[in-house]
């Protein structure tokens, strides 16, 4: 039976060992330490430019940036082949000093701003650096990464230990955007009224679905007599009658509501009173906000 230290020589003598895919990348500033087996000639501590490239003792100038060291390692070991520099070589690359970088976190978290990391961290640490997200947040937010400026979509499940497995790694210099999520508001005559935030992974959000929420509608409200504030495309505000009573009663279909929609139930005594489009619109500023689940 081999023992661990057998092992482990067997290890390094043999063919290269399954690793773990590493998870630093090596970054813009960063010290990079090259070393070629017997070659001491050609060994390096070279920073890496603001482009991301580094210029080799053997060879042309070559991207680094976003590569892990292995992979640097590789890249580098093309390059002195193609470069007839050497045969065969066997390039090691270490990260000696990596720069530090802030990544940025904008949009709807409790604390907005750039915050200092040296190595890559988890989404989720990352937004609990800001704050963690604001009630007003999108579960959506966009990744752009420092490196390649690509810009990744993630959503980020209400699921607890989804959110947790396949929360990506934010690395050093990379941006942080949370949108607001889509809002939809209910006034006037029900038992809370406010604006409510869609917060489930389904987005879908209907008219009764939304006063349920909202806690109905008591006895001397006017549902026959309810209306929607849509806002349209060019900013203006159109009022669309909502047949509540009969929607309650089953003889109308549910209807489907967008992000800013607003419902109002007139109180009984408001009945033959006409209630200004302007002002409810306007009310929706002060509204108190709750998150729909």
Known sequence: ??????????????????????????????????????????????????SGKIKLLAGESITVAGLAPNDAARAIEKSMVDGHWMNDPHVSVTIEQQATQNVTVLGQVHSPGSFAIETPRSLLDVLALAGGLADTANRTVTIERHTTKEKIPYFISNDSGVAIDSAPLIYPGDKIVVPKADVIYVLGDVGRPGGYVIGTNDSQMTALRLLSLAGSTPPNAVPSKARIIRKQADGSYVEIPLPLAAMQKGKTADIPLRADDIIYVPFSYLRNIAVNLGGLVASTSSAAIYIAR
């Open 1 to 50: 039976m081999i023992k661990p230290k057998g092992m482990l020589l067997l290890c390094l003598l043999a063919a290269p060992c399954l690793a773990q895919k590493e998870s630093i990348e090596i970054g813009p500033g960063d010290m990079v330490h090259i070393q070629v087996f017997d070659t001491p000639e050609l060994e390096q501590h070279v920073r890496v430019t603001d």
